[in-house]
């Protein structure tokens, strides 16, 4: 079965869930479905990366992406507080489909979301920012072609910014980071999750 949150089409049977989440001082109503990753809330690494991420590190031009983007939580929230354009892929439908409609309920335009496996199908190249939630479970080799493929698509001055858990291979995504940048820095520490930024400089 094709049911992992990673997977194209999920095959569960759909459980569609509501329930409402404050982000960066906004309220925000989700519906969410089996088959995407953290349906019951916001995670709480999605959560840290959001409080976490720096506007004012970012060129003064360009939009955001969200690789992985699920059903939506960090995409629309950095769109609602940034007022940047933001550009959310994941390669599971059936979270592109929520994120769609999450967007439509709270109102947030400023958005494209659509299907891409990683970097194979972007519409708005080259960005200010990247953000990732990487898919852990995808593996190493999934979460470390985000990381290295992140440079080519950044403007000049361009941050990616990820959260990862310590046991889960923030050491081993520091190191991968700082071999195609050229720097890493940990901007925060929370609970086991750590916020990487590195910059196209």
């Keep these: 079965m094709t049911n992992h949150y990673y997977s194209e089409n999920p095959d569960l049977p759909h459980d569609y869930e509501e ?3 404050q982000l960066r001082g906004r309220r925000f109503h989700f519906v969410t479905d089996s088959g995407v990753f953290s349906r019951e809330t916001v995670d709480y690494g999605s959560r ?3 409080d976490a991420f720096d506007f004012e590190a970012l060129p003064e031009k360009g939009g955001i992406l969200d690789v992985g983007c699920g059903y939506g939580p960090i995409g629309l929230a950095l769109a609602a507080a940034g007022g940047r354009p933001v550009e959310m892929i994941d390669v599971n439908q059936r979270a592109v489909d929520l994120a769609q409609r999450n967007a439509r309920r709270n109102q947030i335009e400023n958005v494209a979301i659509h299907v891409s496996n990683i970097y194979d199908a972007l519409i708005e190249a080259p960005y200010a920012a990247i953000v990732s939630n990487p898919p852990i479970r995808a593996g190493k080799d999934v979460v470390h072609e985000i990381l290295a493929g992140a440079y080519e698509q950044l403007l000049y001055g361009g941050t990616l910014t990820i959260v990862i858990q310590k046991k889960q291979g923030a050491p081993s995504a ?4 700082a071999e195609v940048f050229g720097n890493c820095e940990t901007v925060v ?3 086991g999750y750590y ?3 590195s ?3």
């Design 19 to 21: 329930w409402d989440f």
């Design 48 to 50: 840290v990366l959001i």
């Design 174 to 177: 520091k190191k991968k980071m």
């Design 189 to 191: 520490k929370d609970k």
């Design 195 to 197: 916020i990487l930024r």
């Design 199 to 201: 910059t196209k400089e």
